[in-house]
C-alpha cells in the first residue's frame, strides 16, 4: 500500500445529513485512521494479520467521538489492506 490510507465514503450509501457532513466526516475518519495505523505500526510485534486487522479497528474507533465511532463500520477487506501494509514491514 503506497501512502497513507484514506477513508472515502459512498454518498449513495448516506443519510441526507449524513451526506451535508461528508467532507469533514472522511476528514475525522481518515485522521483516526491514519493515527491508528501510525500507532499499531510501531507498536507492531509480529501479530497475526486478523489480529493486526482488529487492533487497527478498534484503534480507530477509539480516537472517534462516541457517536461517529457508533456508526464506524469500514470495509473489511480495505481495513485488511492498511493492516497488511504493517504486517509486512
Avoid: C
Wanted: proline share 8%; glycine share 6%.
Amino acid at each position: 500500500m503506497t501512502g497513507e490510507p484514506q477513508v472515502t465514503l459512498d454518498p449513495q450509501s448516506l443519510n441526507p445529513i449524513e451526506e451535508k457532513l461528508r467532507v469533514p466526516l472522511e476528514e475525522q475518519l481518515t485522521s483516526a485512521l491514519q493515527a491508528a495505523t501510525e500507532r499499531v505500526r510501531h507498536a507492531y510485534t509480529g501479530q497475526s494479520l486478523p489480529e493486526v486487522t482488529a487492533w487497527l479497528f478498534e484503534e480507530t474507533k477509539a480516537g472517534l467521538h462516541p457517536d461517529i465511532a457508533d456508526g464506524f463500520h469500514p470495509d473489511h477487506a480495505e481495513l485488511t489492506q492498511v493492516a497488511r501494509s504493517i504486517v509486512a514491514g
